[in-house]
C-alpha cells in the first residue's frame, strides 16, 4: 500500500501564492505518472497537472503559465507551485500516482483545502 500525503494548502489573498507538497511512502521514480487534481464544490474532478515516467509535464488550460509541477525523487516528493491564484481556483486538491509494477492502480492522497479569497 502506498500512501500520498499533502500538504501546504490555506487561505489566500488573490494574486497570492502556495507550494502544495505531496510526500509519497515509497520511490517515486518507479511512478509511471504523477499528478495533481481538484475538485471544488458541486463540481466534479479536475486535472491540474501531471509528469509522465520521461519527465513530460501537462497542464490543464485554467492553471498553463500560472501552476508549476515539479517532483524531488530523492525525497519522495512532488510539488505544485501556484502562483498569482485566482477565486476560480479555490478547491481541494489531491495528489495522485500510478506506478510502473501495477499502473492500474491509482494512489490518492486526502486532499489539501487551497482556498482564494480577499
Known amino acids: 500500500q502506498v500512501q500520498l500525503v499533502e500538504s501546504g494548502g490555506g487561505l489566500v489573498q488573490p494574486g497570492g501564492s502556495l507550494r502544495l507538497s505531496c510526500a509519497a511512502s515509497?520511490?517515486?521514480?518507479?511512478?509511471?505518472?504523477m499528478g495533481w487534481y481538484r475538485q471544488a464544490p458541486g463540481k466534479e474532478r479536475e486535472l491540474v497537472a501531471t509528469i509522465a515516467a520521461g519527465g513530460r509535464i501537462n497542464y490543464s488550460d485554467s492553471v498553463k503559465g500560472r501552476f508549476t509541477l515539479s517532483r524531488d525523487d530523492a525525497k519522495n516528493t512532488m510539488y505544485l507551485q501556484m502562483n498569482s491564484l485566482k477565486p476560480e481556483d479555490t478547491a481541494v486538491y489531491y495528489c495522485?500516482?500510478?506506478?510502473?509494477?501495477?499502473?492500474?492502480?491509482?494512489?490518492w492522497g486526502q486532499g489539501t483545502q487551497v482556498t482564494v479569497s480577499s
Open positions: 495522485n500516482a500510478r506506478f510502473i509494477l501495477r499502473p492500474e492502480v491509482p494512489y
Open positions: 515509497r520511490s517515486i521514480s518507479s511512478s509511471k505518472t
